[in-house]
């Protein structure tokens, strides 16, 4: 069975730092297009980061460019979002997703096949 889990999030101030995490099971993330998206309360979903089957392309959105980094850890089975510099505007539910068809990294959200339960990120003083 195909599961992907989000973790990591939580409330955190302006200016801080969180990691998300995104294990798999159920196929092997190290030759897969994973993605991270958002969605922020009364918003549209907004694709944050994406990598790459080959690791080779990595996406970032404006928003979170010189902020976000997205990694990978093939051993664990993992895929990572540090998030640092954190603005209350990051303030959403994050998803991991998974594309298993392609090589390139997309932010389009129908072109993933698998996704997470999401994990709430909250950026507040």
């Known amino acids: 069975q195909v599961q992907l889990v989000e973790s990591g999030g939580g409330l955190v101030q302006p200016g801080g730092s969180l990691r998300l995490s995104c294990v798999a099971s159920g196929f092997t993330l190290n030759s897969t297009v994973i993605g991270w998206f958002r969605q922020a309360p009364g918003k549209g979903r907004e694709g944050v980061s994406c990598?790459?089957?080959?690791?080779?392309?990595?996406y970032y959105a404006d928003s979170v460019k010189g902020r976000f980094t997205i990694s990978r850890d093939n051993a664990k089975n993992t895929v990572y979002l540090q998030m640092n510099s954190l603005k209350l505007e990051d303030t959403a539910v994050y998803y991991c997703?998974?594309?298993?068809?392609?090589?390139?990294?997309?932010?389009?959200?129908?072109?993933?096949?698998?996704w997470g339960q999401g994990t709430q990120v909250t950026v507040s003083s």
């Open positions: 990598v790459s089957s080959r690791d080779s392309d990595k």
């Open positions: 997703a998974a594309d298993l068809d392609s090589e390139y990294c997309s932010v389009y959200g129908w072109r993933y096949d698998y």
